[in-house]
C-alpha cells in the first residue's frame, strides 16, 4: 500500500480538524435545492449547486452523464440532512479519471488544484507535491485490485477524500450490465433488500465515509455492537457481502437504511446506533 510521507505541524493539524468539522446548513430548504437539481441542465450547473450549498469542496461532472450526476446530488443532499457533518468529508465528487488527473496535477504543483479543494492554508508547493504523487500511486493500486465499479470511495485522511464515479453515461452498455448484476445480487440476498440501484451503490460508498467519521466499526463499542449479530443473521437479515468484514457490514446496513422504503430490523438498529453517535 502506498504511504503518505508527510508531517503535520501543531497547526496544520488544527486547520484539518476544524475542517473536519464543516458541515452543511440544514437551514437550507432542501425542496428548493431539490428543484434545482431537477432543471439544472448542465454539468456546469449542477457543479454550481454542489459548490454553492457546499455538499464538498470540489465537484467535476465533466465527463459523466448528466442524469447520474443528477442522481449523485439527490443522494448528497438525503445524506447531508441526515448527516450534516459528512460535509467536511466530501472534498472531491466526480469520475475516476479526473480525480486522477486532478491529483497528478496536484503533484506538479499546480497550486490551483489546493485551492481548488480548499488545502491552501494547510498546503505549502512542497506538501501539494508529495501529496499529489501520493495519491496518484494510491489511485493506481486501488484500480489494480478492482475497486472500480459504479462508485468508490477513497479515503485521503479528509484532505482529499474522493467520491467516485465511473465515466460512463446511463445508457451505456457497461453501466446497464453493472446495474442487471446489482439487481440479480439483491434479489440472491448477497445485497440487502432495496439495494439494487445506482443510487443504492452510492449509498455504501457513503456508508463507508460515515463508519469512517464516527470512528465506529472501528472502535471497541462499535465492534461490540456489530458482534451481537451471528454471521448467519447477518447473512439472511441484511446481505451475505455484509458477512465480509465489520466496514462492509455497516456500509451494506446503511445502503439499505436509505435505499429500502421498509429497513429491516439490522439495518435499523445499525444506522440508529450510529446515528446516536454523532
Ligand atoms: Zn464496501
Same mark, same amino acid.
Given at each position: 500500500?502506498?504511504? %503518505?510521507?508527510?508531517?503535520?505541524?501543531?497547526?496544520?493539524?488544527?486547520?484539518? @480538524?476544524?475542517? =473536519? !468539522?464543516?458541515? *452543511? /446548513?440544514?437551514?437550507?430548504?432542501?425542496?428548493?435545492?431539490?428543484?434545482?437539481?431537477?432543471?439544472?441542465?448542465?454539468?456546469?450547473?449542477?457543479?454550481?449547486?454542489?459548490r454553492e450549498y457546499r455538499f464538498c469542496d470540489k465537484a467535476d461532472f465533466s465527463g459523466i452523464d448528466r442524469t447520474i450526476a443528477r442522481k449523485v446530488l439527490r443522494v448528497l443532499l438525503n445524506v447531508l440532512y441526515?448527516?450534516?457533518?459528512?460535509?467536511?468529508?466530501?472534498?472531491?465528487?466526480?469520475?475516476?479519471?479526473?480525480?486522477?488527473?486532478? %491529483?497528478?496535477?496536484?503533484?506538479?504543483?499546480?497550486?490551483?488544484?489546493?485551492? @481548488?479543494?480548499? =488545502? !491552501?492554508?494547510? *498546503? /505549502?508547493?512542497?506538501?501539494?507535491?508529495?501529496?499529489?504523487?501520493?495519491?496518484?500511486?494510491?489511485?493506481?493500486?486501488?484500480?489494480?485490485?478492482?475497486?472500480?465499479?459504479?462508485?468508490?470511495?477513497?479515503?485521503?485522511?479528509?484532505?482529499?477524500?474522493?467520491?467516485?464515479?465511473?465515466?460512463?453515461?446511463?445508457?451505456?452498455?457497461?453501466?446497464?450490465?453493472?446495474?442487471?448484476?446489482?439487481?440479480?445480487?439483491?434479489?440472491?440476498?448477497?445485497?440487502?433488500?432495496?439495494?439494487?440501484?445506482?443510487?443504492?451503490?452510492?449509498?455504501?460508498?457513503?456508508?463507508?465515509?460515515?463508519?469512517?467519521?464516527?470512528?465506529?466499526?472501528?472502535?471497541?463499542?462499535?465492534?461490540?455492537?456489530?458482534?451481537?449479530?451471528?454471521?448467519?443473521?447477518?447473512?439472511?437479515?441484511?446481505?451475505?457481502?455484509?458477512?465480509?468484514?465489520?466496514?462492509?457490514?455497516?456500509?451494506?446496513?446503511?445502503?439499505?437504511?436509505?435505499?429500502?422504503?421498509?429497513?429491516?430490523?439490522?439495518?435499523?438498529?445499525?444506522?440508529?446506533?450510529?446515528?446516536?453517535?454523532?
Amino acid at each position: 500500500m502506498a504511504k %503518505l510521507e508527510m508531517e503535520l505541524t501543531d497547526e496544520q493539524g488544527a486547520l484539518l @480538524e476544524a475542517r =473536519l !468539522q464543516r458541515a *452543511f /446548513d440544514t437551514r437550507n430548504e432542501a425542496a428548493l435545492i431539490a428543484r434545482k437539481i431537477e432543471n439544472a441542465a448542465t454539468a456546469e450547473e449542477l457543479e454550481n449547486i454542489a459548490r454553492e450549498y457546499r455538499f464538498c469542496d470540489k465537484a467535476d461532472f465533466s465527463g459523466i452523464d448528466r442524469t447520474i450526476a443528477r442522481k449523485v446530488l439527490r443522494v448528497l443532499l438525503n445524506v447531508l440532512y441526515r448527516f450534516p457533518k459528512l460535509a467536511g468529508r466530501l472534498n472531491y465528487v466526480g469520475s475516476y479519471r479526473n480525480y486522477e488527473m486532478f %491529483l497528478a496535477r496536484m503533484g506538479e504543483g499546480d497550486m490551483e488544484c489546493v485551492r @481548488e479543494v480548499g =488545502l !491552501q492554508e494547510i *498546503f /505549502d508547493e512542497s506538501m501539494a507535491r508529495t501529496f499529489g504523487k501520493f495519491g496518484v500511486e494510491l489511485c493506481k493500486e486501488l484500480w489494480e485490485d478492482d475497486m472500480m465499479s459504479l462508485s468508490a470511495y477513497v479515503s485521503m485522511g479528509g484532505l482529499c477524500n474522493g467520491l467516485l464515479f465511473d465515466s460512463v453515461g446511463g445508457q451505456d452498455l457497461a453501466y446497464l450490465n453493472a446495474l442487471s448484476v446489482i439487481r440479480k445480487n439483491e434479489q440472491i440476498g448477497f445485497h440487502p433488500k432495496g439495494c439494487n440501484s445506482f443510487e443504492s451503490v452510492v449509498y455504501h460508498e457513503i456508508g463507508h465515509m460515515i463508519d469512517e467519521m464516527c470512528f465506529f466499526s472501528f472502535s471497541e463499542e462499535g465492534a461490540a455492537f456489530l458482534a451481537q449479530y451471528s454471521s448467519e443473521e447477518i447473512a439472511q437479515g441484511l446481505s451475505r457481502y455484509a458477512t465480509a468484514s465489520p466496514r462492509e457490514c455497516v456500509a451494506e446496513a446503511i445502503a439499505e437504511a436509505f435505499s429500502s422504503p421498509s429497513p429491516r430490523k439490522i439495518a435499523t438498529e445499525i444506522y440508529e446506533k450510529i446515528q446516536n453517535c454523532m
